[in-house]
Nanobody, 115 residues
Framework: QVRLVESGGGLVQAGGSLRLSCAAS????????MGWYRQAPGKQRELVAN???????TYADSVKGRFTISIDNAKNALYLQMNSLKPEDTADYYC?????????WGQGTQVTVSS
């Protein structure tokens, strides 16, 4: 498994921005996919955005045009740039890596958007 550590969460006003980072313990080459998920209180964990091998990206409809996922292979890091944040974006955000078809999760970072 890959060890993942998220950072960058916090409290922000609606309309603001945050950049989440996910540092991987090992190389992120040969991953099947890397992505961000979120879980709001009382709700199921949902996909926010991911990148699959080959570079294709997928975004939840609710974040399209506002969030951008990116990878820095040299730093073994995954990022999520979140702009125009809304109160409904409030959740715990988790980094996920699937490598050799084994899924690894970070501990999560909390994002709170105030109205």
């Amino acid at each position: 498994q890959v060890r993942l550590v998220e950072s960058g969460g916090g409290l922000v006003q609606a309309g603001g921005s945050l950049r989440l980072s996910c540092a991987a313990s090992g190389s992120i080459f040969s991953t099947n996919s890397m992505g961000w998920y979120r879980q709001a209180p009382g709700k199921q964990r949902e996909l926010v955005a991911n990148i699959i091998s080959g570079g294709s990206t997928t975004y939840a409809d609710s974040v399209k045009g506002r969030f951008t996922i990116s990878i820095d292979n040299a730093k073994n890091a995954l990022y999520l740039q979140m702009n125009s944040l809304k109160p409904e974006d409030t959740a715990d955000y988790y980094c996920n890596v699937v490598k050799y078809f084994i899924s690894s999760w970070g501990q999560g970072t909390q994002v709170t958007v105030s109205s």
